[in-house]
């Protein structure tokens, strides 16, 4: 369990956080954190909650993200998120995702995804 949320956290995440491969819980929620997410992350087999929410991730959900199969609870709203949600991630709905947030699209800022219901399970408007 790695709980580092609400610690004005700055930069972007290193690839090498993938290798913590019996890692089962990651908070980084509300830092600024900034950049794309790695597709590493996938390699966090055993992983059951991960929240990166309130943050400033931009780019692109990783397809790779699909593998992570344990888990449970995604949260990804609050940051600059675009473009679709991969199939492999959105398939993990059938699995044991059980809560995925991510923010709805705003086409005035062309940020967050047209998602809900058949990929996410809860679209929160942007701010």
Not at 52 to 61: A, I, Q, R
Not at 72 to 94: A, H, K, W
């Amino acid at each position: 369990r790695l709980d580092l949320a609400h610690n004005n956290f700055k930069g972007t995440l290193i690839t090498e956080l993938g290798r913590l491969s019996n890692l089962f819980f990651l908070a980084l929620n509300d830092n600024e954190l900034s950049g794309q997410l790695p597709g590493e992350l996938s390699f966090m087999w055993n992983m059951t909650r991960m929240q990166l929410k309130n943050n400033k991730f931009e780019g692109t959900v990783p397809p790779e993200l699909g593998a992570m199969e344990e888990l449970e609870q995604f949260t990804l709203e609050g940051n600059y998120l675009t473009g679709e949600i991969p199939p492999s991630v959105c398939d993990l709905l059938t699995e044991n995702l059980r809560q995925f947030v991510v923010d709805c699209y705003d086409n005035r800022r062309n940020i967050g995804f047209n998602c809900e219901p058949t990929c996410c399970t809860i679209c929160r408007n942007v701010h």
